[in-house]
C-alpha cells in the first residue's frame, strides 16, 4: 500500500533563511508526488508535482522539490522564506484509482 | 483555471440529521473525490468517483455516502450525523491523475 510520511510536526525558519520540508513515501512502482499548501480554513493549493524526468521540480511561489529515488524522498525547499510562506504542506503520493494518499502535514512558520 | 466548488464553507448540524455536502468542477474531470481532515491525521479519503454513477469507497467510508448523477457534481451524504463527523470536509477533482484541484472546504459541525 502507498503511504506517506512527513517526519516533522511543524518547522521554524527565519525569514530570508532556506526552508526545507520533509517527506519521504513508499508506493510501488514509479512514484507521482505532489506537495500542496494551505492556508487556515481554506482548501490546499498545488505547488508542483513530480512525474517523471528531473529529480529538482519548480513549482508555483519559488518553492522547488527534490526527488530522490534512492531515498525515497521529495523535499519541498525554497531558498529564501517568506513570512507569508506560512501555512500547512501536505506531501501526497498517487494510488491506485488515482486517489492521493496524504501525509499528517507540517506546519511551517516563518518568523521576521 | 479548474475550479471546484463547495456549496457550503461553514455548518452547524444537529445530531442524526441527515446531511448533504455537495461539490461542483467546471472542467469535466472524470475522477473526483472526498476527503476529511482533522488535525494530526492529514486528509483521509472517504469516497471517490472516476465517473458517472461508479463510487468506490477510501479509507474511511462508515457513516458515508456518495452520489454521482452528473459528471460534474459529486455529493457526500451523512445519513445520520455524530458529533464524531465534526471535521473538515473537502472535496477534489482529477483529470486521469495528472493534477487534482480542491474546493475551499467545508468545515461541519455537528452538535
Known amino acids: 500500500a502507498q503511504s506517506v510520511a512527513q517526519p516533522e510536526d511543524q518547522v521554524n525558519v527565519a525569514e530570508g533563511n532556506p526552508l526545507t520540508v520533509k517527506c519521504t513515501y513508499s508506493?510501488?512502482?514509479?512514484?507521482?508526488l505532489f506537495w500542496y499548501v494551505q492556508y487556515p480554513n481554506r482548501g490546499l493549493q498545488f505547488l508542483l508535482k513530480?512525474?517523471?524526468?528531473?529529480?529538482l521540480v519548480k513549482g508555483s511561489y519559488g518553492f522547488e522539490a527534490e526527488f530522490n529515488k534512492s531515498q525515497t524522498s521529495f523535499h519541498l525547499k525554497k531558498p529564501s522564506a517568506l513570512v507569508s510562506d506560512s501555512a500547512l504542506y501536505f506531501c501526497a503520493v498517487r494510488g491506485y484509482g488515482n486517489k492521493l494518499v496524504f501525509g499528517a502535514g507540517t506546519i511551517l512558520r516563518v518568523k521576521s | 483555471d479548474v475550479k471546484v466548488t463547495q456549496s457550503s464553507r461553514y455548518l452547524v448540524k444537529r445530531t442524526g440529521e441527515k446531511v448533504f455536502l455537495e461539490c461542483v468542477q467546471d472542467m469535466d474531470h472524470e475522477n473526483m473525490f472526498w476527503y476529511r481532515q482533522d488535525p494530526g491525521l492529514g486528509l483521509r479519503l472517504i469516497y471517490f468517483?472516476?465517473?458517472?454513477?461508479?463510487?468506490e469507497k477510501g479509507d474511511i467510508p462508515e457513516g458515508y455516502s456518495v452520489s454521482r448523477e452528473k459528471k460534474e457534481r459529486f455529493s457526500l451524504i451523512l445519513e445520520s450525523a455524530s458529533t464524531n463527523q465534526t471535521s473538515m470536509y473537502l472535496c477534489?477533482?482529477?483529470?486521469?491523475?495528472?493534477?487534482?484541484?480542491f474546493g475551499s472546504g467545508t468545515r461541519l459541525t455537528v452538535v
Open positions: 508506493v510501488s512502482g514509479n512514484p507521482y
Open positions: 477534489a477533482s482529477s483529470f486521469r491523475g495528472q493534477g487534482y484541484t
Open positions: 468517483s472516476y465517473d458517472v454513477k461508479m463510487k
Open positions: 513530480y512525474i517523471t524526468g528531473d529529480n
